[in-house]
């Protein structure tokens, strides 16, 4: 058995060009490995395993899929890191996700319970104050047992008289559970787990903002992906030789980032050359 596979979250029967590209991705730089999917009960699948072959697909009730908040409900669901009891890790990947290069034995071996990309102030509008805490959920690697090892001492009813204590875990997880806090932030906000990546070993994990920042980090630091559908929206306008415009330095940083990880071809070298792209 693997040390780690990968779950793939799913929700809609039609899928956005950007999730084609995040799953075709997947399936090129970790087709090999273990992939899950986690699909509402009644959900026709069949553009999935289209794109990832014959996978296993795991159902649970459309409730949990209704809305983001009902996501993170999902992510604080003892049943679903059940699923998984026979991986030491797994790699959350959201169909908003892009596999930059396959570093998933390199990032297990060094044993974070959460690692994902960082937070930055003000979820990103004061980006300018820099990186504040990990992790992202959408693009993460995280350990079963201590994930389940949190959800099965929250039934304890001792601590069940917690859950509406300011501050403590269980306040927290209850909050996941109503919709007022991201289950990623009740991971690594509240001493759930107690080994979360730093900030600094992050930035290396993944991105999803703040690139603008990061120039010089990245051009010489290969991160494992990054995460949110912006970002897979400029490699899909690279591929096609496109300039998507809005943020010149990250474009530039992605660009030159995805090109050289050998993530764009020809077209987007030869529309390089004509200085339509960075």
């Not at 570093?103 to 960082?118: A, C, K, N, T, Y």
Request: hydrophobic fraction near 40%.
């Amino acid at each position: 058995m693997p040390r780690a596979c990968v779950m793939v979250p799913v929700y809609r029967e039609q899928l956005l060009d950007t999730e084609r590209l995040s799953l075709e991705q997947l399936a090129a730089k970790l087709g090999e490995r273990d992939i899950h999917l986690v699909a509402p009960d009644g959900l026709d699948v069949a553009p999935y395993l289209a794109l990832l072959g014959r996978r296993p697909v795991h159902s649970f009730s459309p409730a949990f899929f209704a809305s983001r908040d009902t996501y993170n409900e999902l992510l604080v669901h003892e049943p679903l890191w059940r699923l998984f009891e026979a991986y030491e890790f797994v790699l959350v990947h959201q169909t908003d996700a892009f596999v930059i290069e396959d570093q998933l034995d390199d990032w297990v071996e060094r044993g974070w319970d959460f690692i994902g990309s960082p937070f930055w102030a003000d979820w990103g509008a004061s980006k300018h104050l820099g990186m504040i805490g990990v992790g992202n959920g959408g693009f993460s690697l995280r350990r079963v047992e201590p994930a389940l090892r949190a959800l099965s001492r929250a039934r304890r009813p001792a601590a069940r008289l917690l859950q509406h204590v300011p501050r403590t875990r269980l306040r927290a997880l209850w909050r996941t559970r109503h919709g007022s806090l991201t289950e990623d932030r009740y991971w690594t906000e509240f001493g759930v787990l107690e080994n979360v990546a730093p900030v600094d070993e992050a930035v290396r994990f993944a991105f999803d903002m703040g690139l603008e920042y990061l120039a010089d980090v990245y051009a010489t630091v290969t991160p494992f992906g990054c995460h949110y559908p912006w970002n897979l929206d400029y490699v899909l306008r690279h591929r096609r030789g496109e300039r998507r415009g809005d943020e010149p330095e990250y474009e530039r940083v992605i660009f030159e980032l995805m090109l050289r990880t050998g993530n764009l071809g020809p077209v987007s070298v030869q529309a390089r050359d004509a200085g339509l792209l960075p």
